[in-house]
């Protein structure tokens, strides 16, 4: 029994449960991937979102957003703001959903971990220099770049020269690791409103141990900014006619 929203659901808490395990791998205490650094929660976030496109297409969404940005983006680029609602719901709680099988999965670690700064880390974004104007600068245009390349990829111009049916999530993945080298430096590359706020609200109600605030006074940025971006590659794949 398939269908988008199902699709959306799962394939988000796929590309949660492995994107904030990749993170909490490598913070948490006592882990054996501690300290393995930014290049493999890089890779981790990559393959967790082609691992996450899978599960959606093959659990009955063929967009395989798992994130407000691209559906909002999408939605701009054709007109059409049928799914918005309904995608947007099914991305959020599948990313809490995502977030809570991290909790479950490396529950002896959080105790281990007394800095409630790594703790929340392993949930959701914080800024390397907190500096908000240029905080959501960086979310616009990280979201930007992967919501326009995500419709140059589907683009009919690609197609024709010969791009094989079924490589897109790989595509897509490789997007998002050189998106997190080259510009998830600066606020740990939220580019999608779901990642970070359902993480964030599971980081909010479940007992973690050491777990400290949730810092809500930052949340609105990484919810904003890849909201504007995605928005934007919306409009600038109109105006091109990808």
Not at 35 to 50: E, H, L, P, R, S
Not at 198 to 225: C, E, M, T
Request: charged share 10%; with cysteine; aromatic share 8%.
């Amino acid at each position: 029994m398939t269908s988008p929203i199902l699709g959306e659901f799962l394939g988000t808490m796929v590309l949660i449960l492995l994107g904030n395990g990749v993170v909490a791998g490598v913070l948490l205490k006592r882990s054996k991937a501690e300290g393995a650094g930014w290049m493999v929660i890089t890779a981790g976030w990559a393959f967790a979102v082609m691992a996450g496109v899978f599960t959606a297409i093959a659990c009955g969404s063929s967009d395989a957003h798992l994130n407000p940005a691209v559906t909002i983006g999408l939605a701009v680029s054709t007109g059409n703001f049928a799914k918005v609602l309904p995608y947007l719901a099914a991305q959020l709680l599948g990313a809490f959903a995502g977030a809570s099988l991290v909790w479950i999965h490396y529950h002896p670690h959080w105790k281990e971990t007394e800095d409630p700064e790594l703790t929340r880390a392993c949930y959701c974004t914080s800024p390397a220099i907190r500096k908000p104007v240029a905080n959501l600068i960086s979310e616009v245009i990280g979201t930007f770049v992967l919501v326009f390349v995500v419709g140059a990829i589907f683009s009919k111009a690609v197609a024709a020269n010969g791009i094989a049916p079924g490589v897109g999530p790989y595509l897509v993945g490789s997007l998002v690791w050189g998106i997190g080298l080259s510009l998830g430096g600066t606020t740990g590359y939220a580019i999608n409103p779901a990642r970070d706020l359902g993480p964030r609200l599971a980081h909010f109600v479940l007992p973690i141990a050491n777990k400290g605030q949730s810092d809500w006074s930052y949340a609105p940025i990484p919810i904003l900014g890849p909201l504007i971006g995605g928005a934007l590659a919306g409009v600038l794949i109109h105006v091109i006619g990808l």
